[in-house]
């Protein structure tokens, strides 16, 4: 059983920057992309960025340049570094992992996610 735990969510200014962490516990994820979801109130489910088994990494339009995501292979777990935080970017964010293709921006190819961290941003 795999289990995903974030950290590092919270509560910022406009332009500050925030770091959330995702571990793996009960399997490696080290063979697997991982990736970074979020979710607005009242909003679907949103791709946030993914990393592939060999640490390519994609993003979605809104937080390129801003948004940063790695690994750490050794520890099974994986990071989201955001700065140039924006109202916008308020939501609940999920680490997802386990994917076995690579549409890495549709949801429902994840089997394995956390229970959420909320990042708040004021203006």
């Known amino acids: 059983q795999v289990q995903l735990v974030e950290s590092g969510g919270g509560s910022v200014q406009a332009g500050d920057s925030l770091r959330l962490s995702c571990a793996a516990s009960?399997?490696?994820?080290?063979?697997?992309?991982m990736a970074w979801f979020r979710q607005a109130p009242g909003k679907e489910r949103e791709f946030v960025a993914a990393i592939s088994w060999s640490g390519v990494t994609y993003y979605h339009d809104s937080v390129k340049g801003r948004f940063t995501i790695s690994r750490e292979y050794a520890k099974n777990t994986m990071a989201l570094q955001m700065s140039g935080l924006k109202p916008e970017d308020k939501a609940v964010y999920y680490c997802a992992g386990g994917a076995t293709t690579s549409s890495y921006i549709d949801h429902s190819i994840w089997p394995y996610w956390g229970q959420g961290t909320q990042v708040t941003v004021s203006a």
């Open positions: 009960g399997r490696s994820l080290t063979s697997y992309p």
